[in-house]
T-cell receptor
Framework: GNSVTQMEGPVTLSEEAFLTINCTYT??????LFWYVQYPGEGLQLLLKATKADDKGSNKGFEATYRKETTSFHLEKGSVQVSDSAVYFC??????????????FGTGTRLTIIP | EPEVTQTPSHQVTQMGQEVILRCVPI?????FYWYRQILGQKVEFLVS????????KSEIFDDQFSVERPDGSNFTLKIRSTKLEDSAMYFC??????????FGSGTRLTVV
């Protein structure tokens, strides 16, 4: 079946540090890839997405590139802020064995940025 | 921007009671989903719904769970007899035929 493996957390960085959160996937067919963010006490917000190989998704200074050859979709940001503290979920959308499409999430990575 | 609306935002219920979690998906969306997240853990798929029937369900979605789209706008998740381990955040999502999913802000269910 489809699955997402995500870098274990928690991750703690100083403000203005460079961020990478690793994500790799296993899927049949051609999945779309997503990063969702969950701020404390809130729901899931789409951060960025990419729908085909070599696409780069970007939003709010975050970027991720769909790498088919390495089945990866690593999240990066050049200079993090305290307000980026949240839990980040990598996810894929692909057809399942039932011919249905759904999102499959990674375990989430808790990111804390200290001033 | 269109939203998926979930009510209530927080529900506390006694073990063994029935609960209904409500969702209003985006009006032109065709596919509907329920996910749950036990505190601090992974977001897990429960069920997907298309064309007025369940298209897929996970092993979590046992006979205690059911979904309905009673009136063409609401999409409900019913838990017939709640257990302590049903305590979680429940998220509703909807999408069009494309791959853009929109999530609601969730219902936190606490079973005591």
């Amino acid at each position: 079946g489809n699955s997402v493996t995500q870098m274990e957390g928690p991750v703690t960085l100083s403000e203005e540090a460079f961020l990478t959160i690793n994500c790799t996937y296993t899927a049949t067919g051609y999945p779309s890839l997503f990063w969702y963010v969950q701020y404390p006490g809130e729901g899931l917000q789409l951060l960025l997405k990419a729908t085909k190989a070599d696409d780069k998704g970007s939003n709010k200074g975050f970027e991720a590139t769909y790498r088919k050859e390495t089945t990866s979709f690593h999240l990066e940001k050049g200079s993090v802020q305290v307000s980026d503290s949240a839990v980040y979920f990598c996810a894929l959308s692909a057809l399942t064995n039932f011919g249905n499409e759904k999102l499959t999430f990674g375990t989430g990575t808790r990111l804390t940025i200290i001033p | 921007e269109p939203e998926v609306t979930q009510t209530p935002s927080h529900q506390v219920t006694q073990m063994g009671q029935e609960v209904i979690l409500r969702c209003v998906p985006i009006s032109n969306h065709l596919y509907f989903y329920w996910y749950r997240q036990i505190l601090g853990q992974k977001v897990e798929f429960l069920v997907s719904f298309y064309n007025n029937e369940i298209s897929e369900k996970s092993e979590i979605f046992d006979d205690q769970f059911s979904v309905e789209r009673p009136d063409g706008s609401n999409f409900t998740l019913k838990i017939r007899s709640t257990k302590l381990e049903d305590s979680a955040m429940y998220f509703c999502a909807s999408k069009t035929g494309g791959r853009g999913y929109t999530f609601g802000s969730g219902t936190r269910l606490t079973v005591v």
